[in-house]
Nanobody, 121 residues
Framework: VQLQASGGGLVQPGESLRLSCAASGASFSINGMGWYRQAPGKQRELVADITSGGSTRYADSVKGRFTISRDNAKNTVYLQMNTLKPEDTAVYYC????????????????WGQGTQVTVSS
């Protein structure tokens, strides 16, 4: 099972970006999904996550600007980022709790490869 993130880029302050992350591979189930970010010299932090039932939570720094959503049929999680600020600059990683549909499988954390978001004028 792999997570493939896309949608990062260079934007100016106040602009928007939409990140996507799709899970693919052999038969599996997904529970929670989320986005984390890591800026240079800082620890990785939670940006937003969403349960399989659609409940969401956000870091205080992005509340009201970012929206997380998911399409369970496509095994994909999205992060709509509006009114971007220079302090949002970071590598963004998607994360998912996944269990393969094989005997004895357990829930495990999977990570995408990271996508760079740069907000600069």
């Amino acid at each position: 099972v792999q997570l493939q993130a896309s949608g990062g880029g260079l934007v100016q302050p106040g602009e928007s970006l939409r990140l996507s992350c799709a899970a693919s591979g052999a038969s599996f189930s997904i529970n929670g999904m989320g986005w984390y970010r890591q800026a240079p010299g800082k620890q990785r932090e939670l940006v937003a996550d969403i349960t399989s039932g659609g409940s969401t939570r956000y870091a205080d720094s992005v509340k009201g600007r970012f929206t997380i959503s998911r399409d369970n049929a496509k095994n994909t999680v999205y992060l709509q980022m509006n009114t971007l600020k220079p302090e949002d600059t970071a590598v963004y990683y998607c994360n998912a709790a996944i269990r393969r549909r094989v005997l004895g499988a357990v829930w495990s954390d999977y990570w995408g490869q990271g996508t760079q978001v740069t907000v600069s004028s």
